[in-house]
C-alpha cells in the first residue's frame, strides 16, 4: 500500500495576487499524517485554517475559493495542481493575504519548489479515491463535466474560444507526472482582451499583467513571447481542473470529461460524486 507523503522542508513564495493585486507572502509547510492540505490565514486574528475541500468551495467566479466562517481563501487551483502533481498528500499552506500569489500564471514555480524540497514518506497508507459510476454536471448552456471509472487519471478537455489564436482545442490523455512535466506544469492563465475591462469592473485581475497571463487579442497574442506550446489554453485549462479535483481530498482512478466548463461545473461535479457512496470508493 503506497504512504501517504508531506514535503521535507518548508518552501517560501513571495508575489503579487491575480484579482487583489495584492502583495502576498505564502510557506508551504510540512504537515503530519491524515492532514490533507489546509490554507491558514496568518494576517488574521487567531490565524484561521480552512482545509481545501469542494464542500468549503464558497465561490468558482474565475478561481476557486475557499469560504468558512467569513474567511476567505481564493484562486488556490494552481497550486493544488502542484500539489496534487508532486505527490503531496499533506500540507499545510500559511499566506498572508486572501489569495496566493499568482507567479508566472501556471502551476510550474510551485510544481518545481516542491520537488526541489524533497519529500517524506510518512506512516499512514495513502487512500486513493476510485471512480465506480459515471456521474455528470450539466449546466444550463448545455455544457458538461462527467467522471467515470478509469485505472488512471484520464482527462478529456475540449474548448471553444471566439478568437482565432485559440479556436477549438482538445487535450486527451492519462496525466502522469511526464505528461504533467512536459505538458502541462508551464501553461499559464489566459484572458481574451475583451474581456479585462469586464473582469476590472467586477473588482477582478488588478494583479494581472503580461508577466503572469496570455492575453489574446482576435488573431494576435499579445505577449511577445507568444504561446509556450500551441495548445497552451486547453493545457492550462487542464491544470485547473487537476488543482480543483484534488479538492476531492484524494487522488483520482478516474476520466474527467470536460467541454467548455471550469471551476463551477468541476466543484458541482464532485458534489454529485459525494452525494451517493455508490458512486465511488477508497481504496
Known amino acids: 500500500m503506497p504512504k501517504q507523503r508531506t514535503i521535507k522542508s518548508a518552501i517560501k513564495f513571495n508575489g503579487i495576487a491575480l484579482h487583489s493585486g495584492m502583495n502576498v507572502n505564502l510557506q508551504v509547510l510540512p504537515a503530519k499524517e491524515n492532514t490533507g492540505v489546509i490554507f491558514r490565514r496568518v494576517d488574521l486574528p487567531d490565524k484561521p485554517e480552512i482545509k481545501a475541500l469542494y464542500s468549503n468551495v464558497g465561490d468558482t467566479r474565475n478561481s476557486t475559493a475557499l469560504n468558512k466562517n467569513g474567511v476567505t481563501i481564493s484562486t488556490i487551483e494552481h497550486l493544488m495542481c502542484a500539489l496534487y502533481m508532486a505527490g503531496v498528500d499533506n500540507a499545510c499552506v500559511e499566506l498572508d493575504n486572501q489569495e496566493p500569489p499568482i507567479l508566472d500564471g501556471s502551476s510550474k514555480i510551485y510544481y518545481d519548489a516542491l520537488k526541489q524540497a524533497g519529500f517524506l514518506e510518512q506512516n499512514a497508507d495513502q487512500q486513493i479515491l476510485e471512480i465506480r459510476k ?124 470536460a467541454s467548455k466548463t471550469g471551476h463551477y461545473h468541476t466543484n458541482e461535479l464532485l458534489k454529485k460524486l459525494f452525494s451517493d457512496p455508490a458512486n465511488y470508493q477508497l481504496v
Open 134 to 257: 459515471e456521474v455528470a454536471f450539466t449546466d444550463p448552456k448545455g455544457n458538461t463535466a462527467s467522471l467515470k471509472p478509469y485505472p488512471q487519471l484520464k482527462i478529456d478537455f475540449s474548448i471553444d474560444f471566439p478568437s482565432l489564436v485559440v479556436g477549438y482545442q482538445r487535450f486527451n490523455n492519462t496525466v502522469d507526472e511526464r505528461i504533467f512535466e512536459e505538458e502541462i506544469a508551464f501553461c499559464r492563465t489566459f484572458t481574451e482582451k475583451t474581456e479585462i475591462e469586464r473582469l476590472q469592473a467586477l473588482g477582478l485581475i488588478k494583479g494581472g499583467s503580461l508577466d503572469n497571463a496570455v492575453v489574446l487579442d482576435g488573431d494576435k497574442i499579445l505577449n511577445d513571447s507568444g504561446f509556450k506550446t500551441p495548445n497552451e489554453c486547453v493545457n492550462h485549462k487542464v491544470l485547473d481542473a487537476i488543482g480543483d479535483l484534488y479538492t476531492s481530498g484524494h487522488r483520482i482512478l478516474g476520466e474527467l470529461k
